[in-house]
């Protein structure tokens, strides 16, 4: 019989995890012991005026080596305006890690980040890439409920806290044996959990866009056979600094038109996203998308592992900027526009 995911978005939960209606400080701080078994990770993007986009994320071990011993790593991914991917993913010797409780601060080796839920700072010098970068917060931090799923019972979960939603960024990324100063705008979240995400997740579709006055997150995860392939969606819409939505349980995806990229992973060429509640309703239409990074997440591994775990599992992550249509059909809105979105597909079996 599947086990249940329970997705912690009733008061009983908020008043569980300590949490009242505003994101508190805390909550973007360390929030896991470390201990084996535990990830956690602070993730960045940014999408610059001069068509570069950057990823930074700090991370206390990968995702697939949950259970083995702390392991900090950076990964920073640069995509220069021609569609080269500059990317470097360095591990740490676990001493070389520091995080506060209290509030988002997180030291790797020379790198840090640190900031107050509206505006973060983020520096990280890998020689040939880096990246100094000003995160300022648009669209406030958010959360659905009290932003966990449970897994089976109430000690296994994933969490997630947007802090930036949407923003605008500016400073400096050196690629290519060149300092660029960049603007732009840009998204901050963080991920913790004590799950084995490949045991519990099979995939995910997973986006975020601004056009015009409007603010988009959406995702649709869905669950491994043992939890019944259960889907558990999350949409927040906000326009300007106001949320108009962040019920995500209406959200349905479909999807068509599969192709095959060459490492054999297969990808749609429409996405369409729904949501619907009594009158009123939003569609998402995600098309043209292009691919800005397609990368196997055993990498990492050596390459003798890589070739054993290949011939069970083929984990992989796509991300996307594709062209979206945005309708909104609301008692207090009725509105269409256009433009782009950024989007992943996680496939973790």
Do not use: C
């Not at 009158?279 to 043209?288: F, K, M, S």
């Amino acid at each position: 019989m599947a086990r249940k995911l329970i997705p912690a978005v009733s008061e009983e939960f908020l008043q569980r995890e300590g949490l009242g209606p505003q994101i508190a400080l805390w909550e973007d701080a360390l929030r896991t012991d470390l201990s084996r078994g535990t990830f956690e990770w602070w993730y960045f993007d940014a999408h610059f005026e001069d068509g570069t986009t950057a990823v930074i994320v700090f991370s206390t071990r990968p995702i697939l080596e949950r259970k083995g011993p702390l392991k900090p790593s950076i990964w920073l991914t640069i995509t220069d305006p021609q569609g080269k991917k500059h990317a470097l993913y360095p591990s740490f010797a676990p001493s070389q890690f520091a995080a506060s409780r209290e509030r988002p601060q997180v030291q790797i080796a020379t790198h840090r980040m640190s900031g107050d839920l509206h505006r973060y700072t983020v520096s990280v010098d890998l020689g040939e890439l880096a990246a100094e970068l000003v995160f300022e917060g648009i669209v406030p931090p958010w959360r659905p409920g009290a932003g966990k799923v449970y897994f089976g019972d109430l000690d296994h979960y994933f969490a997630w806290l947007p802090s930036i939603p949407y923003g605008k960024v500016y400073g400096q990324i050196r690629y290519a044996g060149q300092t660029h100063a960049v603007q732009g705008t840009g998204y901050h979240d963080h991920n913790w959990g004590n799950v084995s995400l490949n045991e519990v997740w099979d995939h995910w579709y997973w986006g975020r866009a601004h056009l015009g006055d409007y603010t988009l997150i959406f995702v649709e995860q869905v669950a491994t056979p043992a939890y019944g392939r259960e889907k558990l969606p999350v949409f927040m819409l906000a326009k300007g600094q106001e949320i108009l939505i962040g019920d995500g349980f209406p959200l349905r995806l479909e999807k068509e038109t599969f192709v095959r990229h060459p490492e054999g992973r297969m990808y749609p060429l429409k996405v369409d996203f729904h949501w619907e509640k009594a009158a009123e309703r939003v569609h998402l239409g995600l098309r043209n998308p292009e691919i800005i990074e397609a990368t196997s997440l055993l990498m990492h591994l050596p390459a003798w592992q890589r070739r054993l775990l290949h011939l069970l599992v083929n984990p992989y992550y796509f991300r996307f900027q594709a062209d979206l249509h945005l309708s909104v059909h609301l008692a207090q809105v009725q509105e269409q526009v256009q433009g782009k979105a950024l989007y992943e597909i996680m496939m973790l079996r």
